[in-house]
């Protein structure tokens, strides 16, 4: 069955800029969680979605924003990019939630 | 709060030979999970092992075995016959939760860089 796809793989972005990343989940999970990766900060939890539902979200500014839709797939969204948000935004479904989440591989995003 | 801590940024083992990544974690709940994660080059984070904590019996999958110390809050993973598509980053994680509703997130260790030589 089809994995987890994040797209785009990668991303360049200028400061001030906005930018959707994509995430689609396998086949009938309804849990999609956002994590960011970066190497100062390491993986850290961004949101959760569940059933279109926001379940959760993580210690970042209001910036940073996500959705479901009634499939499943989810975008989150970061506007008026700064420098600091240059990181490995990682993409994780599973039936209910992270007890066994399967991840995507990613989408780079470099902000320049 | 929850916490992960992995004190070995770096290992390298020679193929075939077994190695063991340490982890340590700090949960006040009694209902958690453990996992071992690998993460390769193509960026994608792979599930190694799971463990439950209120299961005693260490989780193995192939080469790959914990050894779960509740105690001790240590959760270290040991690869045998190591090979060199074992070569990538690797995080231990934790479910911690976020609220008194019963959601959950991954806290991750920073991970421990492993390079297995020919």
């Known amino acids: 069955k089809a994995g987890v796809t994040q797209t785009p793989r990668y991303l360049i972005k200028t400061r001030g800029q906005q930018v959707t990343l994509s995430c689609s989940p396998i086949?009938?999970?309804?849990?999609v969680s956002w994590y960011q990766q970066t190497p100062g900060q390491g993986l850290q939890f961004l949101f959760e979605?569940?059933?279109?539902?926001?379940?959760n979200k993580g210690n970042f500014p209001g910036r940073f924003s996500g959705r479901q839709f009634s499939n499943s797939r989810s975008e989150m969204n970061v506007s008026t990019l700064e420098l600091g948000d240059s990181a490995l935004y990682l993409c994780?479904?599973?039936?209910?939630?992270?007890?066994?989440?399967?991840f995507g591989s990613g989408t780079r995003l470099t902000v320049v | 709060a929850q916490t992960v801590t992995q004190s070995q940024p770096e290992m390298s083992v020679q193929e075939a030979e077994t190695v063991t990544l340490s982890c340590t974690y700090d949960?006040?709940?009694?209902?958690?999970?453990l996992f071992w994660y690998k993460q390769p080059p193509s960026r994608q984070m792979i599930l190694v092992i799971r463990?439950?904590?209120?299961?005693?019996q260490n989780a193995t999958e192939n080469r790959f075995s914990v050894n779960f110390q509740k105690a001790a809050k240590s959760f270290s993973l040991k690869i045998s016959d190591s090979q060199l598509g074992d070569t990538a980053m690797y995080f231990c994680?934790?479910?911690?939760?976020?609220?008194?509703?019963?959601?959950?997130?991954?806290?991750f260790g920073k991970g421990t860089k492993l390079t297995v030589n020919p």
């Open positions: 994780a479904s599973s039936w209910t939630g992270p007890r066994g989440y399967t």
């Open positions: 086949s009938g999970h309804r849990s």
């Open positions: 979605y569940f059933s279109e539902t926001q379940r």
């Open positions: 949960t006040s709940e009694s209902n958690y999970y």
């Open positions: 463990q439950e904590a209120y299961k005693q």
């Open positions: 994680a934790l479910t911690a939760s976020i609220d008194q509703g019963g959601s959950e997130k991954l806290v």
